[in-house]
């Protein structure tokens, strides 16, 4: 069974950093593209950022670029995605899910609070 | 970016009713790269349509997806109890960036 599982996420004062995971088990990460996205409480999906198997290719959306990282780690079979600068708008739920162009596989999300 | 724009906002319509979704993007979807996704409470978007059309792997046929170029319908024949949620569109014709729908919320009249 293919199981994506975010942790990391937490309460932040805005303009600190949170790393978030995204292990996978029954699923090889490294066949894959991976993405994250988000979800403020309440309103709709938002891509966060891209990442091709090899990590040769990232993308990011406008609202992140400059403070997120996306990375992986195919022998750890584990995706990770470094927040810093962290705004009161970047207040969400987070998912990872993998990326055929649609999405198949997501997980079930951790929250990230940034508040003072 | 394309944009896509979901329509209705919300639907209410009783179970065993049939619901028409539209999702109209701002330029043509290369190829028919769009998909729709299902969303309950506290769950994990759930891929519903791939292609525009195709269906996802267990997806009931009750679900089916049509359209090309600029506009796209998600039909969902007879409202099952399940089938109550919030529906997205999602362009992947062209990254960056990936674009969604703002979605519709399909609720019980």
């Known amino acids: 069974e293919v199981q994506l599982v975010e942790s990391g996420g937490g309460l932040v004062q805005p303009g600190g950093s949170l790393r978030l995971s995204c292990a996978a088990s029954?699923?090889?990460?490294?066949?894959?593209?991976m993405i994250w996205v988000r979800q403020p409480p309440g309103k709709g999906l938002e891509w966060v950022s891209y990442?091709?198997?090899?990590?040769?290719?990232?993308y990011y959306a406008d609202s992140v670029k400059g403070r997120f990282t996306i990375s992986r780690d195919n022998a750890k079979n584990s995706l990770y995605l470094q927040m810093n600068s962290l705004r009161e708008e970047d207040t969400a739920v987070y998912y990872c899910?993998?990326?055929?162009?649609?999405?198949?596989?997501w997980g079930q999300g951790t929250l990230v609070t940034v508040s003072s | 970016e394309i944009v896509l724009t979901q329509s209705p906002g919300t639907l209410s319509l009783s179970p065993g009713e049939g619901a028409t979704l539209s999702c109209r993007a701002s330029?043509?979807?290369?190829?028919?790269?769009l998909a729709w996704y299902q969303q309950k409470p506290g769950q994990a978007p759930r891929l519903l349509i791939y292609g525009a059309s195709s269906r996802a792997t267990g997806i009931p046929d009750r679900f089916s997806g049509s359209g090309s170029g600029t506009d796209f319908t998600l039909t969902i024949s007879r409202l099952e109890p399940e089938d109550f949620a919030v529906y997205y569109c999602?362009?992947?014709?062209?990254?960056?960036?990936?674009?969604f729908g703002g979605g519709t919320k399909v609720e019980i009249k």
């Open positions: 990442i091709f198997t090899s990590s040769s290719t990232t």
């Open positions: 029954g699923f090889t990460l490294s066949r894959y593209s």
């Open positions: 899910a993998e990326y055929s162009g649609f999405s198949h596989f």
């Open positions: 330029q043509s979807v290369s190829s028919s790269y």
């Open positions: 999602q362009q992947y014709g062209r990254l960056p960036p990936l674009t």
